[in-house]
C-alpha cells in the first residue's frame, strides 16, 4: 500500500467504531471516543483546505508517527520549506476563549484547555 503524503487518511479507529456504532449499543465512553475523534478528523480536514493554497515549495505530510525513547506521538501536519519546518498540532475547538499568562480558557466556564511552557 503506497502512502499518500498530500491526502490525510481517516484513521481506522474512527472507521471501527462508525460501524460498530450502527450495528450495537456503544458505551457512553466509547461514544465520547467516537465523537472527538471524528471531531478532531473534521478539525484536520479543515486545516488541509486552509493549507491547500500554499506554493509548490511546500512538502506536506500528514498524520507522522514518530517514536522516541519508547513513546509514539503523532504530528498533525508537518510542512517543510527549504529552510524551514512547522510541526502542527491541529485542534478543533468550538466557542470563544481567552488566554490569561500561558493557561487557555473557555468564556462560558473557566476550564483550563491548553498550558504551554517556554
Known sequence: MEYDYYHRQERSEIIILRSLN????LSDKEVTNYLNLKKGYEGEQKSD????G??????????LLLEYNNSKFKIDTLLISQ?????????????????EGDKWYI???????IRYTN
Open 22 to 25: 450502527v450495528r450495537m449499543s
Open 83 to 99: 529552510d524551514t519546518i512547522y510541526p502542527l498540532d491541529v485542534k478543533n475547538y468550538e466557542g470563544d476563549h481567552y488566554v
Open 107 to 113: 468564556s462560558a466556564k473557566k476550564t483550563e484547555r
Open 54 to 63: 500554499l506554493s509548490q515549495d511546500w512538502l506536506i505530510i500528514h498524520d
Open 49 to 52: 483546505i486552509w493549507l491547500e
